[in-house]
């Protein structure tokens, strides 16, 4: 007997067929979910993640992209952060092993970046030519701009700004002497020429203009006192001789002579000891 079979048997059942339809979209949707979490965390960790390259003789500041991968040049909004994270110029120093780092975090770049500003303030802090030591006060600028700099590298930092601190107090005190200078002759062009503050003008020259002027005199003393740049310093307590007047000099005394008072001479009538007679007017 050759039963003849039902080809509906051999169907899957409709329950059966939408039960593994939904499963293979399940696990379709599970792996592009996981794919998806999965290049989130990528770009959110490439997003934090800072490298450095070098463009045009600069050292540049780069923070990867909110993608698996890529970056770009560092412009953060605020401009505090701008001015610490601008490029660097180089100039001709070799940075090849940062080119190879990656930082996660933004104190990590600080303390990488901190050598490379050291390296170019320390030889141009100790100049005396003031267009290098300029130079070299814009470096220490950038440097202090880093707040995540560690104890150690704080401070170097102090030291440098301490080296350095006496030039920058001189700088301004010369620039304050210029203002003054400045000040005080635009009151007396005011105070000269009949307008509607030439009364001011000579209020405020009567009672600033001495102290300025005083100030000034000081300033230019002072100046002129300090030594050289190289020269020994005087000793301490040694107050500076007045130049002579010019065309004479003062001639040293001989060796082995001391001034002596020349004796006086007996007046008539007066009596000199008891030794002596008294001589009386005749």
């Keep these: 007997m050759n039963p003849m079979m039902n080809p509906q048997q051999n169907r899957p059942g409709f329950g059966r067929r939408a039960t593994s339809a939904f499963t293979r979209l399940l696990v379709t949707l599970l792996i592009l979910g996981l794919g998806g979490a999965v290049g989130f965390l990528l770009s959110q960790l490439n997003a934090r993640t800072f490298t450095l390259a070098q463009e045009n003789g600069h050292l540049v500041v780069m923070k990867g992209r909110m993608l698996p991968t890529g970056a770009a040049p560092y412009r953060p909004g605020d401009a505090r952060l701008a001015d610490a994270y601008a490029p660097i110029p180089l100039e001709g120093r070799d940075v090849s092993s940062l ?21 170019l303030a320390r030889p141009r802090v100790q100049s005396d030519e003031p267009p290098v030591l300029e130079k ?33 107090a001189r700088q301004k005190l010369e620039q304050a002497r210029r203002d003054v200078t400045e000040a005080l002759t635009q009151l007396k062009l005011a105070a000269e020429s009949r307008n509607r503050n030439t009364q001011r003008a000579n209020q405020m020259l009567t009672a600033v203009g001495p102290a300025a002027q005083a100030l000034e005199k000081a300033l230019r003393a002072v100046d002129a006192s300090l030594p050289e740049p190289g020269a020994s310093p005087a000793p301490a307590g040694t107050p500076p001789s007045p130049p002579a007047p010019e065309g004479q000099q003062e001639a040293p005394p001989p060796r082995g002579t001391e001034a002596t008072t020349p004796p006086t001479a007996s007046q008539p009538g007066v009596r000199t000891s008891d030794s002596e007679t008294q001589q009386r007017p005749q």
Aim: charged share 35%; net charge negative; hydrophobic share 40%.
């Design 99 to 119: 080119m190879e780092q990656r930082f996660t975090e933004r104190d990590e770049l600080d303390r990488a970046l901190f050598p490379v500003l050291e390296g």
């Design 136 to 168: 070299g006060l814009y470096y220490l600028r950038r440097a202090e701009l880093l707040s995540g700099l560690s104890e150690e590298q704080r401070r170097t930092l102090e030291t440098m700004k301490a080296d350095v601190a006496f030039f920058q």
